[in-house]
């Protein structure tokens, strides 16, 4: 199969593992539908993803467990007492990212997606939520509830001049309770602004719009500005974030060769700490904001065909790189859009559980993440 180059496999990685761009326009409400349509036509979730465990870096260390053999008949003895119930995990792991699709030779169209609001389970098992035509931008709180953008076009089939000006284009906040019920949805479009949910917890959804990081109160839709793209210059609308802890932490651009992250404090902009990890990255903060799970792709010496996805935690005071522990292997050459990591969230203070997902050895169609996708749970230092 013929190679791709490897500047072109990097700008697709970048464009499926990058922020959802902000909403503003018509162009996204259509490309939205016609994802959804693809997405529905490639097959639904596997019902129970693999699970690997890591720790320190080592090796592969147990899977799912077989279920025990029922005791022979006519055997009896003390009840066993059940084993106390696994605590919820305290960040709720979205299988996130987008993907891409190619044809290959022949026209097939071959690649990996993932769907609009796809869980992973502390079970392993997929859950795929149901939400709202034109729902993006999914926040999973770990009370239940999911926080999203809709846009909805209000004029559809009449034609108008597209753009952060265009009539007719809804973009509202939705909180929906754990069983889909609509419980909250407030219009949030400022015409010829963009807006874009990068974050919510149980008070406030925190959004990025043309001044800065944004507060927005849940209750009352009251908005304060955190963090101004001006006083701590980052346009925070390009800018990936992930906020938590009382901390955002922040990737000003994608151009950078390595991953730098900023962490900063909520309350004043102060920063409190500087992550350089290297190649394209994801990142998420630790409940508290005192480390950063940093998801990273490397290329090992010797074999340019070979992409190691690897998992480190920092500390965000002095940066310093604890764990570092490979989670997947992807190898290039069958199309510019392979394996990756497809999400990440900390369990505990101790936990990081990574959606890693590849194609088959010989792909042949369009694949959900939620179908081959891969939780490798790591212990960290």
Not at 13 to 23: E, G
Not at 353 to 358: G, H, I, K, N, S
Request: net charge positive; hydrophobic share 40%.
């Amino acid at each position: 199969m013929t190679d791709v180059p490897e500047d072109l496999v990097r700008a697709v990685h970048l464009a499926a593992r990058a922020t959802p761009a902000p909403a503003a326009d018509l162009a996204r409400v259509h490309r939205r539908v016609r994802t959804r349509r693809r997405r529905r036509l490639v097959g639904t979730a596997g019902a129970v993803v693999v699970l690997v465990t890591l720790t320190g870096g080592a090796v592969p260390l147990l899977t799912a467990n077989p279920p025990a053999s029922p005791p022979p008949a006519g055997v009896t003895g003390p009840v066993a007492t059940p084993a106390p119930a696994t605590p919820p995990p305290v960040q709720r792991l979205l299988i996130a990212g987008g993907g891409g699709t190619w044809q290959a030779p022949g026209g097939t169209e071959i690649g990996l997606v993932s769907g609009t609001a796809d869980e992973v389970l502390s079970d392993g098992s997929v859950r795929r939520h149901p939400v709202p035509a034109g729902w993006e931008q999914t926040v999973a709180l770990p009370d239940g509830r999911l926080v999203g953008l809709r846009l909805t076009d209000l004029l559809p089939g009449v034609t108008r001049e597209d753009g952060p000006d265009v009539a007719g284009l809804s973009v509202e906040l939705v909180v929906l309770a754990a069983d889909g019920a609509v419980r909250q949805r407030r219009e949030v479009r400022r015409p010829g602004r963009t807006v874009k949910l990068v974050g919510a917890d149980q008070r406030v959804a925190y959004l990025t719009r043309d001044e800065g990081l944004v507060a927005h109160d849940l209750a009352t839709g009251r908005e304060e500005v955190l963090l101004r793209s001006a006083a701590i210059g980052v346009d925070l609308l390009r800018a990936t974030l992930d906020v938590g802890g009382g901390r955002v932490a922040v990737r000003a651009a994608l151009e950078r060769p390595d991953c730098r992250i900023d962490v900063l404090a909520l309350a004043g902009g102060q920063r409190t700490g500087r992550i350089t990890a290297p190649g394209d990255c994801g990142f998420r903060l630790s409940p508290d904001g005192s480390r950063v799970a940093v998801t990273y792709r490397a290329r090992p010496a010797g074999d340019a065909r070979r992409h190691e996805y690897r998992l480190a935690v920092y500390d965000v005071r002095g940066g310093v790189r604890g764990t570092d522990v490979p989670v997947g292997t992807a190898r290039a050459g069958a199309g510019p859009v392979r394996g990756g990591t497809w999400g990440t969230a900390w369990s505990d203070d101790a936990t990081v559980r990574v959606v890693w997902a590849d194609l088959p050895a010989e792909p042949r169609r369009v694949y959900p993440v939620a179908e081959v996708c891969t939780v490798v749970t790591v212990r960290v230092q």
